[in-house]
């Protein structure tokens, strides 16, 4: 399964004071709800306290007065040797002198309970409507504070946009190159103008070891050649020399095969150390068949056959020395881990498939054996040789790629795209 990339630096940056500004409107919303409700009890008690006062001091002259003018309050009045009046549970007649709150059910009511002589009174409130003011109140702050916190949502992610925007736009100049123009710039801010100084800095420090790196390669194999060309020529000199025992021109030409390995390696070297560029008046029509069967008899194989599956006239425009180092490599691929089965070439539309019947390359990504220096496998060579048809490819504009072939070996494609045509039909 493929993971999900990482939310972007605005959308953190949203989201963070968001949650920020959530907790502290929260925290203040709740304190706003717990001071009403505080105040609400406060104005209860007092309401309480001044009914049950005037109820005692009025029912001396009137029981009617006495009565609470709201439907949430009922009044008891306890005389010494009297049943308990209707609707008066036992446990509220019991309690203590003072203000209380008690659950009757799921029902919350205040109390109050007073004595006088020959009398207890007992005020009982309903918190019902309290209740529902609460719930109210509290749904009208919460909801604006949820409210004010998508608005902050929306104007930081807004904010955030616009100060990000110096660096989508340096990630984009990344992407294209920075060409002659340098990354920092005058007008940034503080923080992305040190991290665009950063970037020249590495740029140009990179620019300077590719340059040494390419320096040294090429003077290696410059140097290389005049001592290989020389010791080739006395190997070649031996190896006709007919009154010399068999076992010492077999030795001749075991020398000249090693210097052949060897001017291959340097040439591969001073080839990725100039970084070839296909020349326009060096490339002709190369006959593909023709190319794939000269690039196999340069490699000598023994015994190992090589199947074409090309249609006629298979025509492909490119440079022929780069184009042969390309199948030539893709082809000693084949052989060396193909533990001498067929080596088979196809060409499947606009690809050449290049397959041995190997072990292929097993759990390692295909991808990696195409850099530098890479190797697999007791066969490996010098790991130059895919680093190269990868690098010729991406200077020709073709694609090379790797894979486990379903019917098992390793599979080598080339996408030669629109520079191959087939005479004999219309073009790819």
Same mark, same amino acid.
């Given at each position: 399964?493929?993971?999900?990339?990482?939310?972007?630096?605005?959308?953190?940056?949203?989201?963070?004071?968001?949650?920020?500004?959530?907790?502290?409107?929260?925290? !203040?919303?709740?304190?706003?709800? +717990?001071?009403?409700?505080?105040?609400?009890?406060?104005?209860?008690?007092?309401?309480?306290?001044? !009914?049950?006062?005037?109820?005692?001091?009025?029912?001396?002259?009137?029981?009617?007065?006495?009565?609470?003018?709201?439907?949430?309050?009922?009044?008891?009045?306890?005389?010494?040797?009297?049943?308990?009046?209707?609707?008066?549970?036992?446990?509220?007649?019991?309690?203590?002198?003072?203000?209380?709150?008690?659950?009757?059910?799921?029902?919350?009511?205040?109390?109050?309970?007073?004595?006088?002589?020959?009398?207890? +009174?007992?005020?009982?409130?309903?918190?019902?409507?309290?209740?529902? /003011?609460?719930?109210?109140?509290?749904?009208?702050?919460?909801?604006?504070?949820?409210?004010?916190?998508?608005?902050?949502?929306?104007?930081?992610?807004?904010?955030?946009?616009?100060?990000?925007?110096?660096?989508?736009?340096?990630?984009?100049?990344?992407?294209?190159?920075?060409?002659?123009?340098?990354?920092?710039?005058?007008?940034?801010?503080?923080?992305?103008?040190?991290?665009?100084?950063?970037?020249?800095?590495?740029?140009?420090?990179?620019?300077?070891?590719?340059?040494?790196?390419?320096? +040294?390669?090429?003077?290696?194999?410059?140097?290389?050649?005049?001592?290989?060309?020389?010791?080739?020529?006395?190997?070649?000199?031996?190896?006709?020399?007919?009154?010399?025992?068999?076992?010492?021109?077999?030795?001749?030409?075991?020398?000249?095969?090693?210097?052949?390995?060897?001017?291959?390696?340097?040439?591969?070297?001073?080839?990725?150390?100039?970084?070839?560029?296909?020349?326009?008046?060096?490339?002709?029509?190369?006959?593909?068949?023709?190319?794939?069967? !000269?690039?196999?008899?340069?490699?000598?194989?023994?015994?190992?056959?090589?199947?074409?599956?090309?249609?006629?006239?298979?025509?492909?425009?490119?440079?022929?020395?780069?184009?042969?180092?390309?199948?030539?490599?893709?082809?000693?691929?084949?052989?060396?881990?193909?533990?001498?089965?067929?080596?088979?070439?196809?060409?499947?539309?606009?690809?050449?498939?290049?397959?041995?019947?190997?072990?292929?390359?097993?759990?390692?990504?295909?991808?990696?054996?195409?850099?530098?220096?890479?190797?697999?496998?007791?066969?490996?060579?010098?790991?130059?040789?895919?680093?190269?048809?990868?690098?010729?490819?991406?200077?020709?504009?073709?694609?090379?790629?790797?894979?486990?072939?379903?019917?098992?070996?390793?599979?080598?494609?080339?996408?030669?795209? /629109?520079?191959?045509?087939?005479?004999?039909?219309?073009?790819?």
């Amino acid at each position: 399964m493929s993971s999900r990339p990482p939310p972007s630096m605005r959308l953190k940056i949203a989201v963070s004071v968001t949650a920020l500004v959530l907790v502290l409107i929260l925290g !203040q919303a709740l304190a706003l709800v +717990f001071m009403y409700e505080e105040m609400e009890e406060e104005f209860i008690d007092n309401i309480l306290a001044e !009914q049950l006062e005037y109820s005692i001091r009025v029912s001396g002259t009137s029981e009617q007065l006495a009565l609470p003018n709201t439907p949430n309050m009922q009044l008891y009045r306890l005389r010494p040797g009297e049943s308990l009046p209707v609707g008066l549970p036992p446990e509220l007649a019991a309690l203590p002198v003072g203000n209380h709150e008690i659950y009757l059910g799921k029902q919350e009511y205040h109390m109050a309970v007073r004595d006088t002589p020959g009398a207890r +009174f007992i005020l009982r409130y309903d918190e019902s409507e309290h209740e529902a /003011r609460i719930k109210a109140v509290s749904t009208v702050i919460i909801s604006g504070a949820l409210t004010l916190c998508a608005l902050v949502l929306i104007l930081v992610y807004a904010l955030a946009g616009r100060l990000t925007r110096g660096l989508e736009n340096l990630a984009y100049r990344l992407t294209q190159g920075r060409g002659e123009q340098a990354y920092a710039q005058p007008d940034m801010e503080g923080e992305l103008l040190a991290v665009a100084r950063a970037l020249d800095e590495a740029e140009l420090r990179q620019r300077d070891l590719l340059a040494r790196e390419r320096d +040294f390669n090429a003077h290696l194999s410059h140097e290389l050649r005049t001592p290989l060309t020389g010791i080739r020529t006395d190997a070649e000199l031996l190896a006709s020399q007919e009154e010399l025992p068999d076992a010492a021109r077999r030795r001749a030409t075991r020398i000249m095969a090693a210097s052949d390995r060897i001017t291959s390696l340097a040439e591969s070297l001073l080839l990725l150390a100039r970084e070839a560029r296909p020349a326009s008046q060096w490339q002709e029509e190369v006959d593909l068949e023709q190319a794939l069967q !000269q690039g196999w008899q340069s490699l000598t194989p023994e015994n190992t056959p090589l199947a074409l599956e090309l249609p006629p006239g298979t025509l492909l425009r490119a440079d022929p020395a780069l184009l042969n180092l390309v199948l030539r490599n893709l082809l000693d691929n084949a052989l060396k881990h193909g533990a001498g089965s067929p080596v088979s070439c196809r060409l499947q539309g606009r690809r050449l498939q290049v397959r041995d019947q190997g072990p292929g390359f097993g759990a390692t990504d295909p991808e990696q054996l195409f850099a530098r220096f890479a190797r697999q496998g007791p066969a490996a060579g010098h790991g130059l040789g895919l680093a190269l048809v990868r690098h010729i490819c991406q200077a020709c504009g073709w694609q090379a790629t790797a894979r486990n072939a379903p019917e098992g070996g390793a599979l080598l494609e080339v996408d030669f795209g /629109r520079d191959i045509t087939i005479s004999s039909q219309t073009s790819h």
